[in-house]
Structures are given as C-alpha cells and as structure tokens.
C-alpha cells in the first residue's frame, strides 16, 4: 500500500507564503501522477493542482493559478506545493493524492491513494 505523509501546514498571514510537503511510499513514485486538493469548512473538496510522473502540470483552477506552483522530485518520493501570495481564502484542508495510471485527474474519484491532509489558515 502506498502511504503518502503531508508537511507544511501552519498559520500565515495573508500575503504570505508555505511550501506544503507530501513524502510518498511507493516504490514506483515515479511513475505516479500526484494531485494536490483541498477542503474549507462546509465546502466540497477541490481540486488545486496536478502533476504527472514526467513532470506535467495541470492547474486549472482559476483561484490559485498564477500563485500555487506543484513540482516533483522523483529521487525523494516527495511532491510540493508552493502556496504564495495566500488570501483569507485558501484556509482549508490540503490533501495530496496519488495515481497509480493514467494521466492527472481533476476528480477526487481519479486517486488511489490519500494523505492525512495538513490544515493551511491565512489570517487576514
């Protein structure tokens, strides 16, 4: 079984920054497209961002593009999102997911495997 393990959620200002973590398990990471989705209170899960094993971006939320960056390295099984320029309103749970095939997913349904998710708040 795959087990991811997120890092990085904390408290920030607005305007602020953090770089959120997601060490995977897997011996075959690589090949793996990883997703990054969140949760605020009384909200749907969302989708953030995604990458594939080779490296390809998709990021196609309006709400954080331009300021959430996904990236990979494959060497150390780990996943990242830099959150930059944070707003109010992208306090919420942060879950990175992963996919054994296929290209990344959009929808939560398209994922494998799940971390534990890791609280970001931006206080105004």
């Known amino acids: 079984q795959v087990q991811l393990i997120e890092s990085g959620g904390g408290l920030v200002q607005a305007g602020g920054s953090l770089r959120l973590s997601c060490a995977a398990s897997?011996?075959?990471?690589?090949?793996?497209?990883m997703g990054w989705f969140r949760q605020a209170p009384g909200k749907e899960r969302e989708f953030v961002a995604g990458?594939?094993?080779?490296?390809?971006?998709?990021s196609r939320t309006d709400s954080v593009k331009g300021r959430f960056t996904i990236s990979r390295d494959n060497a150390k099984n780990t996943v990242y999102l830099q959150m930059n320029s944070l707003k109010p309103e992208d306090t919420a749970v942060y879950y990175c997911?992963?996919?054994?095939?296929?290209?990344?997913?959009?929808?939560?349904?398209?994922?494998?495997?799940w971390g534990q998710g890791t609280q970001v708040t931006v206080s105004s």
């Open positions: 997911a992963a996919r054994q095939y296929g290209s990344t997913s959009v929808s939560e349904s398209g994922y494998d495997y």
């Open positions: 897997g011996r075959t990471f690589g090949s793996y497209a």
């Open positions: 990458i594939s094993g080779s490296g390809r971006i998709t």
